[in-house]
């Protein structure tokens, strides 16, 4: 089965054909960094419009890039929320639109869900899982009991850990996004320099949150103007790596875990690969960063086994920019 499946959340415009939910056939995704950088963040309207300007030409293109024809698509998918209200529409709508031309079934995706399930599009499940999405957007821990079975444990209370990263960038003077800069910086810096706080490491539940670090670091700015970036950077990222790191492997002890997985913008950072494969023995699914970012192969992926299930949504589907992570109703 061949899905073609949208993908216009945030600030990335993605169109990919993969085949029985696993082999990628094309995977086209523009993303609009530039265009936001001097904005130090995604500005809503601009993202919608360059979706719209962009979109056919991106679907296009993955058709090409795919070796197959439009006639090949068997269904189509889109990611319905949550993210960007206008930015969803353009991807929603252009959907849509696909399968009515095609005459072929139609997916609304949840985004979260699809963060989720991302790293199986390379390996094997392996249930039950325990799931760390943690995106510039979200910071949430799930348990999954099979594609589709899932609950969230717990999620950010303030700021998600992908904007800490954003935030205390700008903070230093290291521009958007955060992530990448500051990674890079602390590959030189001293991660026990500075003893930032690791907020609700020890909090019995799965929450998180990353407001008062974020703080924290622009107090230890004001008071050592004389700072040594690396070690600033190498610091910050180590409190954030400690928390990430130590909640997962904690949720999935307590909830005997068969597997652990992560996704999402910040699951790219090295030191966290590290950290989390030195304190996690088990099976452990990391999506490769082109994966682990937006993009619509891990749409299709989805779209691929609730199809199989027999779902389908209207054309009456509408966006919904807050929707959380769901779970299936079907068994
Ligand atoms: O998943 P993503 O592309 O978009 C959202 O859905 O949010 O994640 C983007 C986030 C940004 O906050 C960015 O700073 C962060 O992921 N990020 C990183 C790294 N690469 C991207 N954070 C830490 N280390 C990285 N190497
Ligand atoms: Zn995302």
Redesign the pocket.
Known sequence: MNVLAVET??D?TSVALVRDGRQILANVVSSQIDLHRPYGGVVPELAARHHLELIDAIATEAIQQSGISWRDVDAVAATYGPGLAISLLVGLNAAKGIALALGKPFLGINHLEA?LYSPLLEHEPAFPMISLIV????TILAECEGIGRHRMLGQTVDD????A??KV?KLLGLGY????A??QQARQGNPAAIDFPRSMLHDPGDAFSFSGLKTAVLYYLRNHPRFVLPDVCASF?EAVVDVLVGKTVRAATEYRARSVSAA???S???R?RERLRAAWSGPLFLAPPAL???NAAMIAALAYHKLLTGQRSEFTLEVAPSVGLGMDTLP
């Open positions: 959340s945030c990335e963060h995106s510039g957007g979200h998600a850990a992908g904007e990263f954003d960038a996004p955060g992530g990448p500051i990674e990222q999402g913008g910040v790219i950072n090295g966290f682990c970012t937006d």
